[in-house]
T-cell receptor, first 114, second 109 residues
């Protein structure tokens, strides 16, 4: 258990509304990531963070923003949700007790945009 | 060509069978390699890292062939609980972790 939680776990929203997903970790990991997973695709990186207030874009960052004001929290915001953003969103951290390069995932958030 | 490709699957095998999954990657500068398993509607979980010399963990054996840019996972004596989707992951320098689309395994009684 890597001590990662995500909230909410499920959300249904309407097109055009802003949505914020939260990832919380308890083990002081420096690196945190947001991925989305869709049928027919592998997990795709949206944004990642390498420290407080340090973030960078991933492969599919358009329409998403992130913030990290504390080590333990990494927020993903859909500024104006679209149906194409219906997906499962996973947060991940990098590193563990005996590792430095493996990623460990939170339980995911299922988002439906109507 | 996709950066990471895997056997399309699904694989349906009887309990006790040996099954092998293959994964190829296109970036020769890749540094780290992993296998994850993902159960239906759950998060991916690390199964094992893959080292150049190959490594084994119980019934699971992973091998890496850098010259051919290919990674394999062998599962011996399959159990019902091995049913899942297996994801191949390749990482380069920085934060570029690339996930394959996964291969689904069903172990049948």
């Amino acid at each position: 258990d890597a001590g990662i939680t995500q909230s909410p776990r499920h959300k249904v929203t309407e097109t055009g509304t802003p949505v914020t997903l939260r990832c919380h970790q308890t083990e002081n990991h420096r690196y945190m990531y947001w991925y989305r997973q869709d049928p027919g695709h592998g997990l795709r990186l949206i944004h990642y963070s390498y420290g407080v207030k340090d973030t960078d874009k991933g492969e599919v960052s358009d329409g998403y923003s992130v913030s990290r004001s504390k080590t333990e929290d990494f927020l993903l915001t859909l500024e104006s949700a679209t149906s194409s953003q219906t997906s499962v969103y996973f947060c991940a951290i990098k590193g563990g007790l005996f590792t430095y390069n493996e990623q460990f995932f939170g339980p995911g958030t299922r988002l439906t945009v109507l | 060509r996709k950066e990471v490709e895997q056997d399309p699957g699904p694989f349906n095998v009887p309990e006790g069978a040996t099954v092998a999954f293959n994964c190829t990657y296109s970036n020769s500068a890749s540094q780290s390699f992993f296998w994850y398993r993902q159960d239906c509607r759950k998060e991916p979980k690390l199964l094992m890292s893959v080292y150049s010399s190959g490594n084994e963990d119980g019934r699971f054996t992973a091998q890496l062939n850098r010259a051919s840019q290919y990674i394999s996972l062998l599962i011996r004596d399959s159990k019902l609980s091995d049913s899942a989707t297996y994801l191949c992951v390749v990482a380069g320098y920085g934060q570029n972790f690339v996930f394959g689309p996964g291969t689904r395994l069903s172990v049948l009684p």
